[in-house]
């Protein structure tokens, strides 16, 4: 069973958004009420990352996850929200929930470090759910750290804090 990581194609972006669905699903299922993850739809989400490709392709990246030919996971990364020039954001890394635990997701992070120092930023930021407890542990064992910032987002009709992590590449 092989793992392999290659730059996203517009072909493949239907295809992440309906793993970004899922993922989201299983991932946020403990915390959040299901209605909340109904929408968007995976097409919807496949949509959605169309157009943030057409809008931020220039100076953002994603890379897919393959197992065997099998689009498994993806990560999206570019400049840093906060406006920051010396950061690089680490704005998503989903997998599918049966990939959870294989090192899919560690080898997109370790994949995603490794851009965002060659881009020639010095840190890497990212936000993550609050309530997300398993997402937390994973960068943390990533040698993430949480900064104090916060923001809250909506999913669906929840409003759901976000704590920013940073670390040094």
Not at 34 to 49: I, K, V
């Amino acid at each position: 069973m092989t793992l392999s990581l290659r730059p996203a194609t517009e072909a493949d972006l239907m295809a992440v958004g309906a793993l970004h669905q899922r993922s989201r699903v299983a991932a946020y299922s403990s915390f959040l009420p299901p209605e909340a993850l109904a929408d968007p739809t995976p097409e919807a989400m496949g949509r959605y990352w169309v157009e943030r490709l057409t809008w931020e392709g220039a100076d953002h990246r994603m890379i897919v996850a393959e197992r065997d030919g099998r689009l498994v996971g993806f990560s999206y990364l570019g400049p840093d929200d906060e406006g920051d020039p010396a950061t690089g954001l680490l704005s998503a890394i989903h997998l599918e929930p049966d990939e959870r635990g294989r090192g899919t997701g560690r080898a997109l992070m370790v994949d995603a470090l490794s851009a965002i120092r060659a881009r020639g930023w010095t840190r890497a930021a990212l936000w993550v759910l609050r309530d997300n407890a398993a997402a937390r542990r994973f960068y943390e064992r990533g040698g993430w750290h949480a900064t104090g910032g916060h923001l809250t987002e909506h999913i669906g009709s929840v409003t759901v804090p976000q704590l920013r992590y940073t670390r040094a590449v």
